[in-house]
T-cell receptor
Framework: QQQVKQSPQSLIVQKGGISIINCAYE??????FPWYQQFPGKGPALLIA?????SEKKEGRFTISFNKSAKQFSLHIMDSQPGDSATYFC???????????FGKGTRLSVIA | EADIYQTPRYLVIGTGKKITLECSQT?????MYWYQQDPGMELHLIHY???????EKGDLSSESTVSRIRTEHFPLTLESARPSHTSQYLC???????????FGQGTRLTVV
């Protein structure tokens, strides 16, 4: 059972455009929602994370929007650049001693 | 740069061989994880540990085993490699389950 559903599977965006990746979850015990970025040949690395007490978090060109009632969260990449081309994973974790649950990933390509 | 190391980076091995994938971290993290990443990108948790002498099986059934004798070291062993074990294996560590997970660069295993 997929606990975190991520879409789309792949995304092509023009340079300068906005990239949007969505995730949905069912488990209301989740209270930590990170996004990871993975480049080819590398392990995933934390990009940005949010807790459910805020609806939005912004770090540079990257923003997480969180909708607790809808149990959805999304990553927005503003002014997308070719260097942003990578695979992005959303994840979630409940408090306590349970490992992160990852979405299936989105392969983003930013074209000039 | 994360202080978590995996060796070897690439391994080609024959069917039936015993192999051990090494993972070490110098951050003093109690939590360590092994993920299997398929060609479609998805990350599958196969083993995790919350500290010395603690090991748990993850969501994906795996014929591998792990040990955690030292905080910094979390090796994964396949007693008898099979072609179905061909995959990328990623090791990670974190201070808590709801804090940043640091990933190694992965071991790409091919069983022929």
């Amino acid at each position: 059972q997929q606990q975190v559903k991520q879409s789309p599977q792949s995304l092509i965006v023009q340079k300068g455009g906005i990239s949007i990746i969505n995730c949905a979850y069912e488990n209301t015990a989740f209270d930590y929602f990170p996004w990871y970025q993975q480049f080819p040949g590398k392990g995933p690395a934390l990009l940005i994370a949010i807790r459910p007490d805020v609806s939005e978090k912004k770090e540079g060109r990257f923003t997480i929007s969180f909708n607790k009632s809808a149990k959805q969260f999304s990553l927005h990449i503003m002014d997308s650049q070719p260097g942003d081309s990578a695979t992005y994973f959303c994840a979630a974790s409940p408090s306590g001693n349970t490992p992160l649950v990852f979405g299936k990933g989105t392969r983003l390509s930013v074209i000039a | 740069e994360a202080d978590i190391y995996q060796t070897p980076r690439y391994l080609v091995i024959g069917t039936g061989k015993k192999i051990t994938l090494e993972c070490s971290q110098t951050m003093g993290h109690d939590k360590m994880y092994w993920y299997q990443q398929d060609p479609g990108m998805e990350l599958h948790l196969i083993h995790y540990s919350y500290g010395v002498n603690s090991t748990e099986k993850g969501d994906l059934s795996s014929e591998s085993t792990v040990s955690r004798i030292r905080t910094e070291h979390f090796p994964l062993t396949l007693e008898s490699a099979r072609p179905s074990h061909t995959s990328q294996y990623l090791c990670a560590s974190s201070k808590t389950t709801w804090s940043e997970a640091f990933f190694g660069q992965g071991t790409r295993l091919t069983v022929v």
